[in-house]
Structures are given as structure tokens and as C-alpha cells.
């Protein structure tokens, strides 16, 4: 099993950036696709970004399309979400996610493995 734990999180003010990190343990990262998810106060899980393993292809809700850039660096066990031009609505409990199965793409449930998240909050 893989265990992860993301780091990153704060309270920044709307067109701010952030640098979430999710490290892995337990596991080489290489072996599973990444995504992150984010939950809004109030509101469902929702999917953020996924990156799968080699060729790195990367997916992204259209939401944060052009401000958040997902990447992994196998060789450090990691996975980041580069966040730009934050807005309010971006106020979440942000999650890293694995799977080792290619069908792990938009939806919470097809993920196996979870980390605790970690709270971005946007003043505007």
C-alpha cells in the first residue's frame, strides 16, 4: 500500500499562488496515477487534476484549467499542484489520490488510496 500526505496548504488572498505537495511512502509513485481532489465547504468532492504515469498526461477540471498545473517528480516520491490566480472559489480541503489502475480518472470512488488533506483558503 501506498500511504500519502500532502503539505502546501494556507490562507492566501484571491490572485495569490500556492504549491501543494503530496509525498508518498510505502510505495513508488511511479507505479499509480495522481490526482487531486478538492471538497468545498459544504459541497461534494470534486475532481481537480489527474496525472497519469509514463508518458505524464495530465487532465484538469475546466474550472482550474490554465491557473493549476499538476506535475510528479518520481524521483522524489512526490506530486505537486501548482496553484496561480487564486480565487475565493478555490476554498477547499485540497486531497492527493492514487490508484494503480488506468481507469482511475475524474471520479473520487475509482481511487484507492487517500491522504488527509490539506486546507487552502482564498480571501477575496
Known amino acids: 500500500q501506498v500511504q500519502l500526505v500532502e503539505s502546501g496548504g494556507g490562507l492566501v488572498q484571491a490572485g495569490d499562488s500556492l504549491r501543494l505537495s503530496c509525498g508518498a511512502s510505502?510505495?513508488?509513485?511511479?507505479?499509480?496515477?495522481m490526482a487531486w481532489f478538492r471538497q468545498p465547504p459544504g459541497k461534494e468532492r470534486e475532481f481537480v487534476a489527474r496525472?497519469?504515469?509514463?508518458?505524464?498526461?495530465?487532465n484538469y477540471a475546466d474550472s482550474v484549467k490554465g491557473r493549476f498545473t499538476i506535475s510528479r517528480d518520481n524521483a522524489k516520491n512526490t506530486m505537486y499542484l501548482q496553484m496561480n490566480s487564486l480565487k475565493a472559489e478555490d476554498t477547499a480541503v485540497y486531497f492527493c489520490?492514487?490508484?494503480?489502475?488506468?481507469?482511475?480518472?475524474?471520479?473520487?470512488?475509482?481511487?484507492?488510496?487517500w491522504g488527509q488533506g490539506t486546507q487552502v483558503t482564498v480571501s477575496s
Open positions: 510505502g510505495r513508488t509513485l511511479s507505479d499509480y496515477i
Open positions: 489520490a492514487a490508484d494503480r489502475s488506468p481507469f482511475a480518472l475524474f471520479r473520487a470512488d475509482t481511487y484507492d488510496y
Open positions: 496525472i497519469s504515469r509514463s508518458p505524464q498526461t495530465t
